[in-house]
């Protein structure tokens, strides 16, 4: 079983910073990606960011430039940095990976409980 763990979230006011980590525990022969997700109220769980085992980075255009994805392998953890943040960067932020947890197994997408980050105005 593969167990992600989200930490780091919290109360900021617009223009401060967070950084939030994720912590993947359990059997797992290996990761291919791990990335964020957020979901505001009302609105649709929407991508963050991700980064590939290998370094390659997505950001979502609202966050390119404020946020930064990136990864400690030897850990299985994964870190976003968030600065200059904005009141609708309010929202659960998932943290998401995919990971094989056996070599008998395919790949399989897994997800954190979220944690909240509130963004006052």
Not at 21 to 40: D, F, N, P, V
Not at 49 to 78: C, E, H, P, Q
Request: hydrophobic share 30%; glycine share 10%.
């Amino acid at each position: 079983q593969v167990q992600l763990v989200e930490s780091g979230g919290g109360l900021v006011q617009a223009g401060g910073s967070l950084r939030l980590s994720c912590a993947a525990s359990g059997t797992m022969h290996s990761i291919k990606h791990m990335g964020w997700y957020r979901q505001a109220p009302g609105k649709q769980r929407e991508l963050v960011a991700i980064i590939i085992v290998g370094g390659s980075t997505n950001y979502a255009d609202s966050v390119k430039g404020r946020f930064t994805i990136s990864r400690d392998n030897a850990k299985n953890t994964v870190y976003l940095q968030m600065n200059s943040l904005k009141p609708e960067d309010t929202a659960v932020y998932y943290c998401n990976a995919e990971v094989q947890p056996t070599t008998r197994q395919f790949y399989n997408n897994y997800w954190g409980q979220g944690t909240q980050v509130t963004v006052s105005s």
